[in-house]
């Protein structure tokens, strides 16, 4: 099983950042997937979800109206679209199997940096 994120960096406040996400070892289209971040000093926090069809989404308040999580089954990838980022959106961004990614058999990528900065 393994996650590998991409799409980090470094961009100033209003930007946008793709990040992606290649999962293999698994059968990723019968898995609902999640994105989660953890800033620096602070606990993780759950971001947005994605069914394993891709036909529901969910998010957390902070990032909603500004993140899109899509999904594409036939190249076994999950996105993140992050648009007017925020400095408050600097973390550290996984990607996760399940609903919220901290269930006991959840499993977790090695994440990406991102930063807002002026």
């Known amino acids: 099983v393994q996650l590998v994120e991409s799409g980090g960096g470094m961009v100033q406040p209003g930007e946008s950042l793709r990040l992606s996400c290649a999962a293999s070892?698994?059968?990723?289209?019968?898995?609902?997937m999640s994105w989660l971040r953890q800033a620096p000093g602070k606990g993780p926090e759950w971001v947005s979800a994605i069914s394993a069809g891709g036909g529901s989404t969910y998010y957390a308040d902070s990032v909603k109206g500004r993140f899109t999580i899509s999904r594409d089954n036939a190249k076994n990838t999950l996105y993140l679209q992050m648009n007017s980022l925020k400095p408050e959106d600097t973390a550290l961004y996984y990607c996760?199997?399940?609903?919220?990614?901290?269930?006991?058999?959840?499993?977790w990528g090695q994440g990406t940096q991102v930063t807002v900065s002026s």
């Open positions: 070892g698994f059968t990723f289209s019968s898995y609902a």
């Open positions: 996760a199997s399940g609903r919220t990614g901290l269930g006991t058999d959840d499993f």
